[in-house]
């Protein structure tokens, strides 16, 4: 398993960005597939994005589709999410997971708050 720890969330206004960040410690982490999820109040989690381990491949909600970009830097074993065009309904906790395939998730960070202002 991967250790995860994000950062980058805070307040922005509707149609601002954040960059999110998610560090990784541990040597697997070059072989981990990286996701993104989200859990506004009052509802489940939800998938946002994924990435494969070499980078190749990425997936996104359709609600997120054309707004959000993940990507990774394995050399910094770090994963990233840069949201774009944010709206008020992207508020949310977000968090990083990783796992030895897309969709299968062991690690958990402890997530990151997103606020977006209307």
């Known amino acids: 398993q991967v250790q995860l720890v994000e950062s980058g969330g805070g307040l922005v206004q509707a149609g601002g960005s954040l960059r999110l960040s998610c560090a990784a410690s541990g040597r697997t982490f070059r072989r981990a597939a990286m996701g993104w999820f989200r859990q506004a109040p009052g509802k489940e989690r939800e998938f946002v994005a994924a990435?494969?381990?070499?980078?190749?491949?990425?997936y996104y909600a359709d609600s997120v589709k054309g707004r959000f970009t993940i990507s990774r830097d394995n050399a910094k074993n770090t994963v990233y999410l840069q949201m774009n065009s944010l709206k008020p309904e992207d508020t949310a906790v977000y968090y990083c997971?990783?796992?030895?395939?897309?969709?299968?998730?062991?690690?958990w960070g402890q997530g990151t708050q997103v606020t977006v202002s209307s």
């Open positions: 997971a990783g796992g030895q395939d897309l969709g299968q998730y062991e690690s």
């Open positions: 990435i494969s381990s070499s980078g190749s491949s990425t």
